[in-house]
């Protein structure tokens, strides 16, 4: 009498079919749970090279230019200026440094007190500083602390192979560390006044003369607009520059 293997019914191969399915569904389930989430890679420049305000020097180095006072006329402006920049926005005293390796630097000092003095600051401070290298020309600089804006990195960075040859950050897309930081400092160097870039100015008095002549205008149902002289309208310029 022989034995032969019992041939497995329709319910037994249904049963390994669910069972196959059940196992499959765990395993899936198992690969949604591990999933990894990537964050996206930041490719704002203002947020990767961000603009902050911060305590800042206002440096003049003034020269000796042999003009009026020993420094010429168009210092003598930019230190009126450079004062009522100071009125508007310095903190603490303006200073007046001379280098301490060339006294014969104090005799422009008086023409920089008076051009100080134009500008409305008639009291600076006297002060002296040791020059970096001592064989070269040292200015006489005229310092004082203001809110400035500036970029929190340092430009200049480049730790990223920006080929992606030889690395694999090339492949991600990605802008690189110094993406930006050049045009962010340009423009933070540009603005007037830094306090514009954190909140906006509040409205301004309207000009009361126009305003006035306007409503005049449209109480009698003339037109308001600027009328320009249009007598070059048209006109061709042959001056070529001339």
């Not at 069972?19 to 964050?39: E, Y």
Request: one cysteine or more.
């Amino acid at each position: 009498m022989s034995l032969e293997p019992a041939r497995p019914t329709f319910s037994g191969r249904r049963f390994s079919v669910l069972a196959l399915l059940a196992a499959s569904l765990g395993l899936t389930a198992c690969m949604a749970v591990r999933r990894v989430v990537i964050d996206p890679v930041e490719m704002d420049y203002r947020k990767i090279n961000p603009i902050v305000l911060a305590q800042g020097d206002r440096t003049l180095d003034v020269f000796y230019d042999g003009g009026a006072g020993g420094i010429g006329g168009r210092q003598i402006n930019d230190l009126r200026s450079l004062a009522q920049e100071y009125r508007h926005s310095g903190e603490g005293p303006l200073m007046i440094a001379t280098p301490a390796n060339d006294p014969a630097s104090n005799r422009l000092v008086p023409s920089i007190r008076r051009a100080l003095a134009e500008g409305g600051v008639p009291s600076p401070v006297a002060a002296t500083y040791a020059p970096a290298d001592p064989a070269a020309i040292a200015p006489i600089k005229v310092t004082f602390v203001r809110l400035k804006a500036d970029v929190a990195t340092r430009c200049g960075r480049w730790p990223s192979d920006l080929s992606g040859i030889h690395r694999f950050e090339g492949l991600q897309n990605a802008p690189w560390e110094n993406f930006g930081c050049a045009y962010q400092s340009a423009f933070a160097q540009q603005v007037a006044d830094p306090l514009d870039l954190v909140r906006s100015r509040p409205e301004g008095a309207p000009n009361a003369t126009r305003r006035a002549g306007v409503v005049a205008k449209y109480a009698k149902g003339e037109s308001t607009a600027v009328v320009y002289p249009d007598e070059n309208k048209g006109k061709i310029s042959l001056s070529f520059g001339n």
